[in-house]
Nanobody, 122 residues
Framework: QVQLVESGGGLVQAGGSLRLSCAASGRAFSTYTMGWFRQAPGKEREFVAAMSSGGRTYYADSVKGRFTISGDNAKNTVYLQMNSLNSEDTAVYYC????????????????WGQGTQVTVSS
């Protein structure tokens, strides 16, 4: 079992930055692929970024070059640094963990956090 708790969301102006954190508890954190997803009102949950247990990173085209995923195994925490935010980034952001499966598919993830709201004002 893995428990995930996100933090770091908030209100930011367009062009600004935020860093989201996802603290994980449970065993063998470093063996999981960790992902970030987001869901805007009226839209489906979409893949944002992921980091495999080996440290390889993956990004949605919409955030490539602006967002960076990183992890700290000593702290059992994964981060999402978000720069150059725009109104289309407004959503609830979720942290998720999986052992194996398609990186960008939300149904491949077994564990989810409660989400943190990110609102970008224009």
């Amino acid at each position: 079992q893995v428990q995930l708790v996100e933090s770091g969301g908030g209100l930011v102006q367009a062009g600004g930055s935020l860093r989201l954190s996802c603290a994980a508890s449970g065993r063998a954190f470093s063996t999981y692929t960790m992902g970030w997803f987001r869901q805007a009102p009226g839209k489906e949950r979409e893949f944002v970024a992921a980091m495999s247990s080996g440290g390889r990173t993956y990004y949605a085209d919409s955030v490539k070059g602006r967002f960076t995923i990183s992890g700290d195994n000593a702290k059992n925490t994964v981060y999402l640094q978000m720069n150059s935010l725009n109104s289309e980034d407004t959503a609830v952001y979720y942290c998720a963990a999986q052992r194996a499966g398609l990186i960008s598919l939300n149904t491949a993830y077994q564990y989810w956090g409660q989400g943190t709201q990110v609102t970008v004002s224009s």
